[in-house]
Protein backbone atom coordinates (compact mmCIF):
# COMPACT_ATOMS: atom_id res chain seq x y z
CA UNK A 1 0.00 0.00 0.00
CA UNK A 2 1.66 3.31 -0.74
CA UNK A 3 1.18 6.08 1.77
CA UNK A 4 -2.04 7.77 2.16
CA UNK A 5 -0.72 10.83 1.95
CA UNK A 6 1.07 10.34 -1.43
CA UNK A 7 -2.46 9.38 -2.80
CA UNK A 8 -4.21 12.16 -1.48
CA UNK A 9 -1.70 14.61 -3.20
CA UNK A 10 -1.94 13.00 -6.44
CA UNK A 11 -6.02 13.47 -6.14
CA UNK A 12 -5.62 16.90 -5.01
CA UNK A 13 -3.61 17.63 -8.53
CA UNK A 14 -5.85 15.67 -10.75
CA UNK A 15 -8.90 18.36 -9.16
CA UNK A 16 -6.32 21.04 -10.13
CA UNK A 17 -5.82 20.11 -13.49
CA UNK A 18 -9.61 19.69 -14.16
CA UNK A 19 -10.45 22.61 -12.98
CA UNK A 20 -7.28 24.78 -14.68
CA UNK A 21 -7.93 22.48 -18.22
CA UNK A 22 -9.96 25.07 -19.73
CA UNK A 23 -8.06 28.09 -18.88
CA UNK A 24 -4.77 26.19 -19.96
CA UNK A 25 -5.85 24.97 -23.26
CA UNK A 26 -6.66 28.90 -23.97
CA UNK A 27 -3.40 30.04 -23.26
CA UNK A 28 -1.58 27.95 -24.68
CA UNK A 29 -3.65 28.60 -28.43
CA UNK A 30 -2.29 32.35 -27.50
CA UNK A 31 1.40 31.56 -27.20
CA UNK A 32 1.09 29.67 -30.20
CA UNK A 33 -0.58 31.86 -32.53
CA UNK A 34 1.28 33.18 -34.82
CA UNK A 35 -1.00 36.47 -35.47
CA UNK A 36 -0.64 37.71 -32.39
CA UNK A 37 1.89 40.47 -31.48
CA UNK A 38 5.21 39.20 -29.26
CA UNK A 39 4.08 41.11 -26.36
CA UNK A 40 0.57 39.58 -26.53
CA UNK A 41 1.98 36.15 -26.51
CA UNK A 42 4.39 36.89 -24.06
CA UNK A 43 1.76 37.91 -21.80
CA UNK A 44 0.12 34.66 -22.02
CA UNK A 45 3.45 32.87 -20.87
CA UNK A 46 3.51 34.85 -18.13
CA UNK A 47 -0.09 33.95 -17.74
CA UNK A 48 0.50 30.45 -17.73
CA UNK A 49 3.40 30.34 -15.62
CA UNK A 50 1.31 32.14 -13.06
CA UNK A 51 -1.31 29.18 -12.72
CA UNK A 52 -0.42 26.51 -9.58
CA UNK A 53 2.32 24.29 -10.79
CA UNK A 54 0.15 20.90 -9.92
CA UNK A 55 -2.08 22.22 -12.24
CA UNK A 56 0.14 20.78 -14.82
CA UNK A 57 -0.89 17.33 -16.11
CA UNK A 58 2.33 16.03 -16.26
CA UNK A 59 2.63 16.14 -12.68
CA UNK A 60 -0.36 13.81 -12.18
CA UNK A 61 0.82 10.09 -11.22
CA UNK A 62 -0.52 6.68 -12.90
CA UNK A 63 -1.81 5.11 -9.65
CA UNK A 64 -2.89 1.88 -9.27
CA UNK A 65 -6.59 2.18 -8.15
CA UNK A 66 -6.68 -0.55 -5.52
CA UNK A 67 -3.45 -0.12 -3.93
CA UNK A 68 -1.79 3.29 -4.88
CA UNK A 69 1.21 1.80 -6.14
CA UNK A 70 2.99 4.46 -8.31
CA UNK A 71 4.96 2.03 -10.49
CA UNK A 72 4.34 -0.46 -12.98
CA UNK A 73 0.74 0.07 -13.46
CA UNK A 74 -1.72 -1.30 -16.29
CA UNK A 75 -3.38 1.56 -17.74
CA UNK A 76 -6.11 0.10 -19.27
CA UNK A 77 -6.95 -1.42 -16.18
CA UNK A 78 -5.74 1.11 -13.45
CA UNK A 79 -3.84 -1.49 -12.13
CA UNK A 80 -0.34 -2.55 -11.16
CA UNK A 81 1.05 -5.40 -12.01
CA UNK A 82 0.74 -7.02 -8.87
CA UNK A 83 -2.82 -6.14 -8.02
CA UNK A 84 -3.90 -7.42 -11.61
CA UNK A 85 -1.80 -10.76 -11.29
CA UNK A 86 -3.88 -11.06 -8.18
CA UNK A 87 -7.25 -10.10 -9.68
CA UNK A 88 -6.77 -12.27 -13.19
CA UNK A 89 -5.76 -15.62 -11.09
CA UNK A 90 -8.62 -15.53 -9.14
CA UNK A 91 -10.93 -14.55 -12.37
CA UNK A 92 -11.71 -11.50 -11.62
CA UNK A 93 -10.88 -9.03 -14.85
CA UNK A 94 -13.78 -10.78 -17.38
CA UNK A 95 -11.83 -11.62 -20.80
CA UNK A 96 -8.45 -12.34 -19.32
CA UNK A 97 -7.18 -15.98 -18.62
CA UNK A 98 -3.77 -17.51 -17.91
CA UNK A 99 -2.36 -18.01 -21.20
CA UNK A 100 -0.46 -21.78 -21.94
CA UNK A 101 1.23 -22.86 -25.32
Do not use: H
Not at 51 to 63: C, F, G
Amino acid sequence: MAKKSKVARNAQRKALVAKYAKRRAALKARIRDRTLSYEERRAAQDALASLPRDSNPNRVTNRCALTGRPRGNLRRFGLSRIAFREKALRGEIPGVIKSSW
